[in-house]
């Protein structure tokens, strides 16, 4: 923004500080929250999106879907609105940068780094679809990674209310997604939470390639591509991709919504199953991973690929082997006797070469020839990486153990690489995954806790994943107010973690003085020095006190009140009045008068 004008502000309340990102709907920018005194991402929609009323009602229903989504991966949405004219959207401003841009950068990313952000990122979908929100466009720009490696989807909900019924050959958000789109999409059909999958898939495939699956010239010629073409073999593009993570990229972008997985949870399983190195169900569904493949040389690299093979090599050593007995012009060959016999000597010869050979490296292997002896490798999956070592050293075998976050018991081997059974001779180095619990995820106690109502600091500690507890201090400060927390903002603790919020239980009680026997004026002195300030004064008549002293106090000496009580008192007028006899009647005199303070 240009310094030299005068921020805008939202609502009275969202002052924006800078722009950080434009999109095809909507321009985000850093804002700060003058009320909880907290910054925020507010992303501000486009005024052409405000002219068509239907459009309106689809967002403010789908901001209200959004909002009451909480998921450590999801970013939260904490208010939306209008102001001339203009809607906007407040959610958490999240201090990293987008999947996309980390990508431009750096490249295509390994299998189990993307597997870990996949797996993130199926967490956010599936909790969002357990709760009937369905994203629609899951993209790299919509998920944010942290420097401290969190991963969190933003947008869930918003494309559904621009896209609803927005064709592909318009501007804007339309043409910068239809890259992910899925085929049902594409063609217009109603879209579930398998939909969401496939746009992952088409995210993994992008993430350990380096590019979509799919390009064109114009979002149709996308869009067309996912519906009819065949995505390639992400190892066709990338060879160190493993073929069982490649499995799962393409089970995730099958054509037929029944063939993907089921949910996004079954497609974290997956993810988390890969980095720790045990089977995965898509090699189990070779049907799903290929789609609606084509016949012919399309469907069998697919398949090829999937299995790891490489199809065109296998295709030519059959093409450039000829069986027929047939010479290259069509003819036969004119082969002697002497020539078949010379050519079957050959044969012999390099068949026993072959066989000596052969012979030889299975003699070593068996301690022969001054080789040693092989042996299987012993099955320590699931010892204690202490014991598996301590076993697999006996055998006269080196080990490396290399940490991995898992949900096995801590200390566990995962895997071992060469498997278990493998052939392996003494001096072979045996690498172990062994098991270690997730670090737990840390956020920072936000701002604007101090000095907002209880209600209000609850939620803002629930919007950060934290919990609030509250204890009581007597204050002159509003009742109800927050007086600090414990531990205080800006300190970094574990998600899920609880801050200990003082709160304002008004100002203290004071007692009342004892004021019996006391002057009237002095009373009243003596109740302002408590705090206390002089109710009613009433006259009474008494034998005890001289007039003008307190006869008694309402409320009583020692009692407990609020500042600023008042306290009425009974003032002496001294004896009661005499009484007269005379022998016809008698007549008793009393006066009671009843003042108030000025």
Do not use: C
């Not at 201090?95 to 956010?124: C, M, Q, Y």
């Not at 045990?278 to 012919?296: K, W």
């Not at 006259?539 to 500042?563: D, R, W």
Request: proline letters at 6%; charged letters at 15%.
């Amino acid at each position: 923004m240009d310094p030299s004008q005068t921020p805008r502000v939202f609502s009275e309340r969202y002052e924006l500080n800078h722009l950080i990102a434009r999109g095809g709907m909507a321009e985000v920018y850093r804002a700060h929250d003058r009320l909880l005194d907290r910054p925020v991402a507010l992303k501000v929609l486009f005024p052409e999106l405000s002219v068509d009323r239907s459009f309106v009602e689809r967002f403010r229903r789908e901001a209200q879907a959004a909002a009451n989504l909480s998921h450590p991966n999801i970013v939260p949405v904490f208010d939306w609105g209008e102001d001339t004219g203009t809607y906007f959207i407040v959610m958490e401003y999240v201090d990293g940068r987008p999947l996309s841009s980390i990508l431009k950068s750096a490249g295509p990313l390994s299998a189990e780094r993307t597997a870990d952000i996949g797996a993130h990122v199926a967490a956010a979908l599936g909790y969002a679809h357990k709760n009937g929100v369905v994203h629609r466009d899951v993209k790299p720009g919509n998920v944010l990674i942290t420097d401290d490696g969190t991963v969190k989807v933003t947008d869930f909900g918003i494309a559904r209310a621009v896209n609803t019924e927005e064709s592909l050959t318009q501007t804007g958000a339309v043409m910068g997604t239809a890259t992910y789109f899925s085929p049902e999409q594409a063609e217009g059909l109603g879209v579930d939470s398998r939909s969401d999958i496939y746009s992952l898939g088409v995210v993994l495939f992008e993430m350990v390639t380096g590019r979509p699956p799919f390009l064109g010239d114009s979002p149709v010629a996308v869009a067309s591509k996912h519906v009819r073409d065949n995505p390639p073999a992400p190892r066709e593009l990338n060879p160190q991709v493993p073929p069982t993570f490649e499995a799962i990229i393409l089970k995730s972008m099958a054509k037929d919504p029944s063939h993907r997985y089921a949910t996004a949870e079954e497609l974290r399983a997956d993810l988390l199953r890969f980095n720790e190195g045990r089977s995965v169900l898509a090699m189990e569904d070779t049907t799903a991973m290929i789609g609606v493949a084509g016949a012919g040389a399309a469907a069998t690299t697919t398949v090829a690929a999937v299995g790891g093979m490489d199809a065109t090599r296998a295709v030519g050593a059959v093409d450039a082997t000829n069986t027929s007995g047939v010479g290259v012009d069509g003819e036969a060959p004119d082969e002697s006797g002497s020539n078949r016999t010379r050519n079957y000597a050959i044969a012999l010869v390099v068949l026993l070469l072959i066989l000596g050979i052969a012979g030889y490296f299975l003699g070593r292997s068996l301690g022969y020839f001054g080789g040693e002896a092989s042996f299987n490798l012993p099955n320590v999956v699931g010892q204690q990486a202490q014991v598996a070592t301590a076993t697999l050293r006996a055998d006269g075998l080196n080990v490396n153990q290399v940490q991995q976050v898992s949900s096995n018991t801590p200390g566990s081997v995962i895997s071992t690489n060469p498997g278990a059974n493998s052939l392996v001779k003494k001096g072979d180095t045996v690498i172990l995954k062994v098991a270690e619990v997730a670090p737990p995820i840390q956020v920072t106690v936000p701002d604007g806790l101090t000095n907002t109502t209880q209600a209000n600091a609850a939620a803002i500690l629930t919007s950060a994943g934290l919990q609030s507890t509250v204890v009581f201090h007597t204050s002159t400060a509003l009742k109800g107010t927050v007086l600090s927390t414990n531990p205080a903002s800006g300190t970094k603790v574990n998600q899920g973690s609880t801050v200990t919020l003082t709160v304002s239980s008004g100002p203290a009680n004071v007692t009342v003085p004892s004021l019996i026997g006391l002057s009237q004026g002095a009373a009243g002195q003596a109740l302002g020095s408590a705090g206390l300030t002089l109710g009613n004064v009433t006259s009474v008549s008494s034998s005890q006190f001289l007039p003008g002293q307190v006869v008694s106090s309402n409320p009583g000496t020692g009692a407990s009140v609020s500042p600023g009580s008042s306290v009425d008192i009974a003032v002496s007028t001294g004896p009661p009045a005499t009484t007269t006899t005379t022998s016809t009647s008698s007549t008793t005199t009393t006066s009671t008068t009843t003042t108030t303070k000025p």
